[in-house]
């Protein structure tokens, strides 16, 4: 069992900044690949980014490109996902995702269907005004 708790969401305005946090409790935190994920209010939720099991390896949703940035500390049990230059549209609820990486062939792959991830946080809020 894992579980995920965010945190980090609030109200700010456009082109300001947030750093999301997600703490993980339960498996070795090194043997997930994690995810971030978000749903606006009306919309399905969407993948945003992803980083492997070996933190070397990243990805992110067209949309978000050169303004997020996902990072995962092993030592602090924790990912993250600063993101710059925020607009309007990145309002949304985020979650973050763990992937348990059981073959060593997915030790360095990302994953970014929502169906690839075995646990799920219960998302923090994050508004961003005009």
């Known amino acids: 069992q894992v579980q995920l708790v965010e945190s980090g969401g609030g109200l700010v305005q456009a082109g300001g900044s947030l750093r999301l946090s997600c703490a993980a409790f339960g498996r070795t935190f090194s043997s997930y690949a994690m995810g971030w994920f978000r749903q606006a209010p009306g919309k399905e939720r969407e993948f945003v980014a992803a980083?492997?099991?070996?933190?070397?390896?990243?990805y992110y949703t067209e949309s978000v490109k050169g303004r997020f940035t996902i990072s995962r500390d092993n030592a602090k049990n924790t990912l993250y996902l600063q993101m710059n230059s925020l607009k309007p549209e990145d309002t949304a609820v985020y979650y973050c995702?763990?992937?348990?990486?059981?073959?060593?062939?997915?030790?360095?792959?990302?994953?970014?269907?929502?169906?690839?991830?075995?646990?799920w946080g219960h998302g923090t809020q994050v508004t961003v005004s005009s």
């Open positions: 995702a763990v992937h348990l990486v059981t073959f060593t062939s997915e030790i360095t792959r990302v994953f970014t269907a929502q169906g690839e991830y075995d646990y």
């Open positions: 980083v492997s099991r070996s933190a070397g390896n990243t």
